[in-house]
């Protein structure tokens, strides 16, 4: 009910903008993309899933982003107190952005250059990505991560992105019955426990997303990522950006 609530009210959002939506009715250029943000994310692939996400700009092209999410919460039953949670998964990354314009006409054959507006960005991230588990066992793993694709649309009323998010999966999860620890009192005891497999391949994430511009500083994202390795996931954030 909660993630079928917040669907319908980022739709209105996002058909409100393409109705009343104008050119530069928030002063930016089209392409005046903000890379500076600090969002809250809510997704549902199997289960339920929750948490946060933000953005820094660095010196020229450069920013650095990081996110924290719940996988397996169980957010239809927050009444009832038990907010856990199967896995956490966190990134840190450094990208780095440039308009397709700038790129290209850096290019040039003999005396032939190109003269090719800024109409997207693309972007390169590069950096870490780490698995938590609530497990007995210590099941936590690091593992490198790297984000590429392209930003395109208007930064006054709706943006969007395609990117492939290359990083190790986690590939199967298998219940081991071990024995121990066991109080002082019963000499054997059984004890399930989850022993997770990761991917020896790079996991291939496929991702489109679209961000509604609601105000100067406030959007509500929403998207869909596809993987070889996980249920296709379904997400919305709302976000603070600048």
């Known amino acids: 009910m909660i993630l079928r609530n917040l669907f319908l009210?980022?739709?209105f959002?996002?058909?409100?903008?393409y109705i009343w939506g104008k050119d530069g009715r928030l002063g930016k250029e089209p392409n005046e993309y903000s890379y500076a943000n600090l969002g809250l994310l809510i997704s549902y692939s199997d289960s339920d899933n929750?948490?946060?996400?933000?953005s820094l700009p660095l010196p020229g092209p450069l920013y650095v982003n990081a996110s924290r999410i719940a996988y397996g919460t169980n957010l239809r039953n927050l009444d009832n107190?038990?907010?856990?949670f199967e896995k956490t998964v966190n990134t840190l990354r450094l990208g780095a952005h440039i308009g397709?314009?700038?790129?290209?006409?850096?290019?040039?054959?003999?005396?032939?250059?190109?003269?090719?507006k800024n109409f997207v960005d693309v972007f390169v991230e590069g950096g870490i990505k780490s698995y938590s588990f609530d497990t007995s066992f210590d099941n936590d793993e690091s593992f490198g991560s790297v984000v590429a694709g392209i930003r395109?649309?208007?930064?006054?009323?709706?943006?969007?992105?395609?990117?492939?998010?290359?990083?190790k999966e986690v590939k199967n999860e298998e219940t081991l019955i071990?024995?121990?620890p066991c109080p002082p009192e019963i000499e054997i005891c059984l004890v399930d426990d989850v022993v997770i497999e990761f991917s020896d391949d790079t996991d291939i994430k496929a991702v489109l997303d679209v961000t509604y511009n609601a105000t100067k500083n406030f959007g509500v994202?929403?998207?869909f990522k596809t993987s070889q390795y996980l249920e296709n996931e379904v997400f919305l954030g709302f976000q603070l950006q600048i």
């Open 9 to 11: 009210i980022a739709i």
């Open 13 to 17: 959002l996002f058909t409100s903008g």
């Open 50 to 54: 929750i948490g946060f996400y933000g």
């Open 81 to 84: 107190e038990e907010a856990e």
């Open 100 to 116: 397709i314009g700038d790129l290209l006409n850096s290019v040039s054959v003999g005396s032939v250059s190109l003269n090719l």
């Open 152 to 167: 395109y649309g208007n930064a006054n009323d709706w943006e969007g992105r395609i990117y492939f998010d290359f990083s």
């Open 178 to 180: 071990n024995y121990g």
């Open 221 to 223: 994202l929403m998207g």
